[in-house]
């Protein structure tokens, strides 16, 4: 009965928090940089990226799903779940290669945008993206504003800032292609492959300073991960610096510089999202929160 109440308790507390922080939280932005392994980040000229680390919870050991490629584990991030359920499983899946467990009336395996659109149903959301192969990984159908940006990274920033100043959506993904491209064309743990991470961090950057000049800081949750690492000119293996991602998450109710230790899973992205927005997790997701970066 103790144990009963006490975890009933924690539950009630984690609600009571949820709800205050949601009054808080009106924009949330999720940048996602191809091919960003965690092993590089302490080393990494990232000041603008480092400074999201000062200022929220961080850590360089999350883990992405197998293979450690891009389209798995992108429908796996923006999914909430694995390949087992979605049914994407290779690094430029178009359509499930498994038939998805399940699919929604847009249909595709839930996702988070199509959780926030039956959710939150007047909610303005934006997805920007560099590759094309995003596209085939979220419903097009519960997404306002989409932008491909053809492999053009400053294009893709430079257009979510306009997005960001303009619109104000209440969610924003942003995908890089960089440092993927680099690091297949020169390699990882290559000084052009720190140099690329210098440039990504400019763009990062550019990000921050959109959400300073709309006047939205204290109430933006921002969130930086990657879909994989690599070794050599690939990946797709399974070694750390393929498997392990950097995860960053600041914003108003977020831990400062705090390193968290619990076990991330790159399809705890969506879940966290979804506590942050105070969104029913659909049943079919695996990932959990990682209720660790919040303060208490």
């Not at 009630?12 to 191809?34: E, N, P, R």
């Not at 087992?84 to 395996?109: A, N, Q, R």
């Not at 000119?233 to 109710?253: A, R």
């Amino acid at each position: 009965m103790k144990r009963f109440l006490k975890s009933t308790l924690v539950l009630l507390c984690l609600c009571v928090f949820a709800q205050a922080q949601s009054k808080k939280i009106k924009h949330v932005i999720l940048i996602g940089c191809d091919g960003f392994g965690g092993y590089a980040l302490p080393e990494a000229n990232m000041p603008h990226l480092k400074a999201l680390m000062a200022n929220g919870s961080w850590t360089t050991q999350a883990r992405c799903v197998l293979p450690s490629s891009s389209a798995v584990n992108w429908a796996s991030l923006l999914m909430g779940a694995g390949p087992t359920e979605h049914g994407y499983t290779e690094w430029d899946s178009k359509v499930p290669e498994i038939p998805s467990i399940t699919k929604t009336s847009y249909g595709l395996f839930p996702g988070i945008f199509s959780v926030i659109r039956d959710q939150k149903k007047q909610a303005k959301t934006a997805i920007v993206y560099s590759w094309s192969g995003i596209g085939y990984l979220f419903e097009k159908q519960a997404v306002n504003i989409i932008v491909s940006g053809n492999d053009k990274d400053d294009f893709c920033t430079d257009t979510t800032v306009a997005i960001i100043k303009k619109e104000k959506p209440y969610f924003t993904f942003l995908h890089l292609d960089e440092p993927d491209g680099t690091g297949h064309s020169i390699g990882h743990r290559t000084p052009a492959y720190y140099k690329q991470l210098e440039l990504v961090d400019q763009r990062i950057g550019k990000i921050l300073k959109a959400v300073n000049d709309a006047g939205i800081a204290d109430e933006t949750v921002i969130l930086v991960t990657a879909d994989h690492g690599g070794k050599g000119k690939g990946h797709g293996g399974k070694s750390l610096d393929e498997v392990q991602i950097p995860w960053i998450i600041s914003g108003p109710g977020i831990r400062k510089n705090h390193e968290i230790k619990d076990v991330i899973i790159t399809y705890d992205t969506a879940a966290t999202l979804a506590w942050l927005m105070r969104l029913q997790q659909p049943q079919s997701w695996r990932g959990r929160p990682v209720l660790e970066a919040f303060t208490k």
